[in-house]
Structures are given as C-alpha cells and as structure tokens.
C-alpha cells in the first residue's frame, strides 16, 4: 500500500467513523444533559442544538486534524486547511450569495422547511439568541467542510481523478444527510459538487465554508422570520 492509498483508506474510514460518532452523541438526550446548560438564553432543547454543533466542530474537524497529524508526509494544511490560495474564485461565485438569500427567502415560506429549520424552536429570539445561533452554524460548518471538502476530498485527489474523487464525496455527503429526509439528501448532491469544484480550484475549504454557512444561516433567519409561532424581540 502506497502512502498516498493509505491517506484515502484513513479518510473514508474516520468519514465514517467519524462522523457516527458525531451522529451517535448529537442525538443522545442524556449525554446532552449530562454536558448541561451552554447558553442561559436557550432552553433545554436549544441547547442541544448548540451542543449537536459544538461537537460537529470536535469530531468532524478538530479530531479530524489529529488523525492527520499522525500520518507521515502530509499537514492539514494539505488538505484545505491553510489560507493559500492556488487560484483565487471565479467572479461568479460571488453571484451565489444573492442567489442563496432569494432562495431562502422563498424557500422558507413553504411548510416543510419550517418544520426543519429553525432548528431550535424557541417561540421569541432575542438578536442576541440570532447572533449565537449562527455563530454555532459556523464552527459547526467548518468542522462538517474540513472532513468532507478537505480531509475526505484531497486524500481521493491523491488516487483518483477529479470527477470520481467529486463524485465518491457527493455519495457520501449525500449520505449524511439522510436521516434529514429525502429533499436534503437530495439537494445535497449539486451542493456537494459545488463545494468540491470550489475546493479543488482555490485549494481550500473556505469558499464552502463560507456559502455553506450563508446557506444554514440564511434559511435558519428567514423561517424565523415567516414562522407563525415565532418572533424576534428586543433584548430583556
């Protein structure tokens, strides 16, 4: 086994691995009480949420750059972790922000998204309660981008040409996102593939990151926004 097929079976093993162990935890209600309050602004269930993304952050990204770590020639920086930028992104991608916020703004009228999104189901939010939640989004999101777009993508990268490496990380992705239903599994696919080709061209994981994180925040704002049991109010 060559290192470069050893790197790849490492990182379909702790995608997997990995990310079960996330899941496992994250939907556990009595590890979620054990661990306790993290914000005073959120109830019992909000705090799980919070909670369900703090540990996406530790085992999708951080423990994920310690299994890195202990294999021979490589950094997370190879992986998509570093700042450089091979070449820098195509004009157009800026033109998917404002897409992505009309998308969520009309996608969040309609009754299946609000009954997903927002996740934490608190009936009044304060700005304050908006700003943390989003905030969480994001760590949570770095975490998800750096095993699937960084550790997962590059190590195929390394054996495989561009469009299985694109595809083999589009399947798995998809996966992960079937215990939410068969629409986000689904979208996750042309989501996926625009991530990776973003990846592969800037040769790190920031752009997804970034339109990920408008993506999740976004919908999370605008069904607060159009929920009939749920408003935001001034801070107490």
Partial sequence: MTPEELRFLVAVSWCAIGFA????????????????????????????????????????????????????EVMPTDYGLGFAFQKAPPWWSLLLLPAILVIGFFSARMK??????????????????????????????????????????QASLDIMATAPAIALNCALYA??????????????????ILFCYLTVLT???????????VMAISIECFSIRFHPKMEIIKAR
């Fill in 21 to 72: 162990a996330y899941y496992v935890l994250s939907i556990n209600s009595g590890f979620a009480g054990r661990a306790g309050s993290i914000s005073r602004r959120f109830d019992k269930q909000g705090n799980h949420v919070i909670l369900q993304r703090i540990l996406g952050l530790v085992f999708l990204g951080v423990m994920s750059v310690l299994v890195i770590s202990i294999l021979p």
């Fill in 112 to 153: 299946g998204i609000l009954k997903l999104y927002p996740q934490i189901r608190a009936n009044s939010w304060t700005p304050a309660m908006v700003v943390l939640n989003g905030l969480s989004w994001i760590i949570f999101l770095v975490g998800y981008e750096f095993l699937f777009r960084g550790f997962l993508l």
């Fill in 175 to 192: 996966g992960a996102h079937f215990y939410k239903g068969p629409g986000e599994t689904i979208g996750a696919i042309p989501a996926g």
């Fill in 203 to 213: 040769g790190n994981i920031w752009c997804a990151v970034i339109l990920h994180s």
